[in-house]
Nanobody, 117 residues
Framework: QVQVVESGGGSVQPGGSLRLSCAASGSGFSNDRMGWYRQTLGKERQLVAT???????NYGDSVKGRFTISRDNARNTVYLQMNSLKPEDTAVYYC???????????WGQGTQVTVSS
């Protein structure tokens, strides 16, 4: 059984920063890629950032230049450094881990990020 656990969400004022962490664990699990998505009420889940095991990144247009994704491959952990946060960044942030080989996707339970003055 693969578990994906996020941490680091919270409340921050506009212009502030937060760092999210996500760890994927399970017997024999190794990841092909991991990433972050976000969702607000009534809207579809959207891409924030992904990072492959080979180091290739992909960012959503709205976060380019402000957010940075990084990872610790040995620990199947991915991080999201969020700077210059805006109220429109408010959402539940979900971590996704894609298993190498099977390409099965596993999701975390989500962590709330609120940007408000």
């Amino acid at each position: 059984q693969v578990q994906v656990v996020e941490s680091g969400g919270g409340s921050v004022q506009p212009g502030g920063s937060l760092r999210l962490s996500c760890a994927a664990s399970g017997s024999g699990f190794s990841n092909d890629r991991m990433g972050w998505y976000r969702q607000t009420l009534g809207k579809e889940r959207q891409l924030v950032a992904t990072l492959t095991s080979g180091g290739r990144t992909n960012y959503g247009d709205s976060v380019k230049g402000r957010f940075t994704i990084s990872r610790d491959n040995a620990r199947n952990t991915v991080y999201l450094q969020m700077n210059s946060l805006k109220p429109e960044d408010t959402a539940v942030y979900y971590c996704k881990a894609v298993e190498a080989g099977s390409l099965i996707a596993y999701w975390g339970q989500g962590t709330q990020v609120t940007v408000s003055s």
